[in-house]
């Protein structure tokens, strides 16, 4: 079975900081999506960015761009000019190219912006 | 215009009652599913349709029974509630495979058992 780790449960920065989130998993698998998601107080889950496991190229959305290591099974989560908006907690997904479609998640990190 | 809407959104209720929760997307999705988060924001599937057929059905209690009635709709009944059961109940959907087909995931249900 997949996992997803975590191992910062709280991370802080200043506004307009750069920030990163890590995450490792495991799989046996070869081909799959890794898939960083925001949650804000609202509740409501937000999809951040998302890394194909057979590209090499770090995927990048605007000022939010992961680091994505397919040997050591790294996928952390880069957050530039950090803004109060983006307090949040963020979890990292993992989910199977193939068969079932669930998602698989890490246990969160607490990030936090100090203006 | 909601994609995937939940009702209700609070709930709060008895031990030993049962409850359903309700999820609906107007997102012509074929495949659905239930996420609970428990008090420490840990996230883990619970079941997956698709189609209006079970595909996914993980260690859940056999307390907890969902419904498809249609590929729009995914309910959750829950029978006999515990403590335990208090958590924030998320529904999702998304249309097949692929990394560009994402779970929308709706606002969830936030379930307290007293």
């Known amino acids: 079975a997949q996992t997803v780790t975590q191992s910062q449960p709280e991370m802080s920065v200043q506004e307009a900081e750069t920030v990163t989130l890590s995450c490792t998993y495991d799989t046996s698998e070869s081909d799959y999506y890794l898939f960083w998601y925001k949650q804000p107080p609202s509740r409501q889950m937000i999809l951040v960015i998302r890394q194909e496991a057979y590209k090499q190229q770090n995927a990048t959305e605007n000022r939010f761009s992961v680091n994505f290591q397919k040997a050591a099974k790294s996928f952390s989560l880069k957050i530039s000019d950090s803004q109060l908006g983006d307090a949040a907690m963020y979890f990292c997904?993992?989910?199977?190219?193939?068969?079932?479609?669930?998602?698989?998640f890490g246990q969160g990190t607490r990030l936090t912006i100090n203006p | 215009d909601t994609a995937v809407s939940q009702t209700p959104k609070y709930l709060v209720t008895q031990m030993g009652n049962d409850k359903s929760i309700k999820c609906e997307q107007n997102l012509g999705h074929d495949t659905m599913y239930w996420y609970k988060q428990d008090s420490k924001k840990f996230l883990k599937i619970m079941f997956s349709y698709n189609n209006k057929e079970l595909i996914i059905n993980e260690t859940v209690p056999n307390r907890f029974s969902p419904k498809s009635p249609d590929k729009a709709h995914l309910n959750l009944h829950i029978n006999s509630l515990e403590l335990g059961d208090s958590a924030v109940y998320f529904c999702a959907s998304n249309l097949g495979a692929g990394i560009y087909n994402e779970q929308f995931f709706g606002p969830g249900t936030r379930l307290t058992v007293l």
């Open positions: 997904a993992y989910r199977s190219a193939r068969g079932a479609q669930k998602l698989v």
